[in-house]
């Protein structure tokens, strides 16, 4: 089965949901919950009679009460009917295996974990839809698992289209729904001062999340994959690495001719173009090009995807980005190693900045992002309950888009490759010192060395697209956090900081005015220089209280500034 992201969607999807009963039933309904839930799908036949089978829908003989989360699994025995489906299903298998032989790592899409705050019911449970094509066959289905008003688990098979032949019947199993009380939220943040590393790795904020950045095309990941669709197999010459690094460079906005973020000579990243420029159209050349972002959740995530989470970025496009093409930052590609186009994408259409992220059209008109100026966005998807993101700038909602899951496969006390079956059913140890050689983090390239070969599936692209569209921006720092964050927290963070989003670095010292890090008679001594017009350091001014004339009241604050020390 190819898709659009061939190796991330695999079957399950919902519909609207139940109208809600009265307070009254409610709570006689609630009272007699139960746990857990499981809906039986044995029996369930689909026709191999027709090629858009009727939707098959089955509830819970009993209800399981509101919770603050759910975890939920669906892997039935199915067996195929009709002569293509006894062709290719011939005897009774998981359906996590036959996912499997679609595309290998499939079968991680029946099993997960959702956040439902406030326990509130109806409620999506998850959703996931996938289509495509397997040996010539266009099959397309949809899984629907939800909580109705009154508690009663359902699951679903819905919007099946298929050809005449192939049909499906489950010979046991169904779909089983547990209460379950999430652990908090863990947030990982990046400032971006000279490096990758995040405010945990600096030691800025020890207790923030585990996650990391690395460079896509590191080459401690070893030889990259090919081109489009190319998943398993290695480019003849190879690939080259480590391009993202001599494309990209850590610098101040004084050092890169930009503003300054709040009148902060900030420490930012200028991002490298998502294509190699000595050979821009080669689209295994682009392959490679972005940044690479391992949640690091699994440890203490009871699912190998995060079907809710938000990512904010504090961006400045220069003009000269803007201007040079419809599609300008190619946000995030979802799928593990940039096997696709961007799935999150700011567009300029027309002179007005477009966003979306997995939606189609032109995306959500936001005319606040523009060139030559610092913002900050913020995407809050909810991707398992209700297939939709929300879109902020600078604190401000601007707009809804899609919303989707995304990869954190490896556990990183006990990193496994993603290749989970039936007779697998852990996955594939990663040996101790290929774990440690690619820098305890996992590779986007690496294959297990069972059949089929599948991939670790556990990492985000950012500023990446395997059509190579996009250009070079600026970047002051990035949060993500495993959670749909509510609008009033997003509100809360507001625009662009130049000390970072939640986790703030100490604030400047006014008086260092060299901005060298030390407070001492060069710093006077440059003022001095600065005020009486000979020069300026980088990023400086004589304006000290920056209220529009360089006059005595500057030097009266300077020297208090300075005596009041750091």
Not at 32 to 41: N, P
Not at 370 to 379: E, I, K, S, V
Not at 534 to 554: K, L, Q, R, V
Request: charge should be negative.
């Amino acid at each position: 089965m190819t898709e659009r992201h061939p190796s991330r969607h695999a079957l399950v999807a919902f519909g609207a949901f139940a109208a809600p009963l009265s307070a009254i039933a409610l709570l006689a309904s609630h009272a007699h919950g139960q746990e857990s839930a499981f809906v039986d799908l044995s029996g369930v036949s689909i026709s191999s009679l027709s090629s858009n089978p009727p939707d098959v829908v089955r509830n819970s003989p009993t209800p399981i009460s509101p919770a603050s989360g759910y975890l939920f699994s669906i892997n039935p025995i199915v067996r195929g009917t009709g002569f293509l489906g006894a062709i290719f299903i011939p005897s009774a298998t998981p359906l996590g295996d036959v996912l499997n032989t679609f595309v290998p790592g499939s079968v991680g899409v029946l099993a997960g974990a959702t956040r439902n705050p406030g326990g509130a019911i109806p409620v999506q449970v998850d959703r996931e839809v996938v289509g495509g094509s397997f040996s010539g066959l266009d099959i397309s289905l949809t899984l629907d698992l939800r909580i109705l008003g009154n508690g009663t688990a359902q699951a679903g098979l819905l919007n099946i289209t298929k050809p005449i032949g192939f049909g499906l019947s489950v010979v046991s199993g169904g779909a089983s729904f547990q209460r379950f009380t999430p652990p908090p939220a863990t947030s990982s943040e990046w400032h971006f001062d000279g490096n990758l590393l995040s405010v945990r790795q600096t030691g800025l904020a020890p207790e923030s999340g585990a996650g990391k950045i690395r460079f896509l095309d590191d080459p401690a990941f070893g030889p990259i994959l090919g081109g489009p669709g190319e998943t398993t197999t290695l480019p003849n010459p190879p690939t080259p690495t480590g391009v993202t690094s001599l494309q990209s460079a850590f610098g101040t906005t004084s050092s890169f001719g930009i503003s300054s973020i709040n009148g902060v000579d900030a420490q930012v990243f200028r991002t490298s173009p998502p294509r190699n420029l000595a050979d821009p159209t080669n689209r295994a050349k682009s392959r490679g090009l972005g940044l690479a972002l391992f949640p690091a959740t699994r440890q203490y995530w009871p699912d190998d995807h995060l079907g809710q989470w938000t990512i904010i970025w504090d961006l400045y496009i220069p003009s000269s980005s803007w201007n040079a093409g419809e599609f300008v930052v190619p946000l995030i590609e979802d799928n593990h190693n940039n096997d696709g186009e961007a799935d999150m994408v700011i567009r300029n259409i027309g002179g007005v900045a477009h966003v979306n992220y997995q939606s189609p059209g032109n995306g959500t008109a936001v005319p606040a992002i523009g060139p030559d100026r610092w913002f900050r966005l913020a995407l809050s998807s909810d991707g398992y309950r209700a297939k939709t993101g929300r879109l902020f700038v600078d604190g401000v909602f601007v707009g809804v888009t899609g919303g989707d899951w995304i990869y954190a496969a490896t556990n990183p006390n006990d990193p496994r490759y993603a290749d989970v079956s039936s007779s697998n059913t852990l996955g594939t140890s990663v040996p101790a010192g290929t774990w440690q050689a690619w820098g305890q983090f996992p590779s986007p390239w690496a294959l297990s060395p069972t059949s089929p070969a599948t991939p670790m599936s556990s990492t985000v692209c950012l500023f990446s697209d395997l059509l190579g569209r996009g250009q070079t921006v600026y970047i002051g720092s990035l949060f993500f956090t495993d959670e749909a964050l509510p609008d009033a927290e997003i509100a809360a963070l507001g625009g662009a900081n130049a000390r970072g989003i939640r986790y703030l670095s100490a604030p400047p010292c006014p008086a260092d005015f060299n901005r060298d890090g030390f407070l001492d008679f060069f710093d006077y001594d440059d003022f001095i220089r600065c005020f009486e017009g000979e020069s300026c350091p980088d990023g400086t001014s004589a304006d000290f209280n920056n209220d529009g004339f360089a006059d005595f009241f500057d030097f009266d604050e300077f020297v208090n500034a300075f005596e009041s020390g750091c």
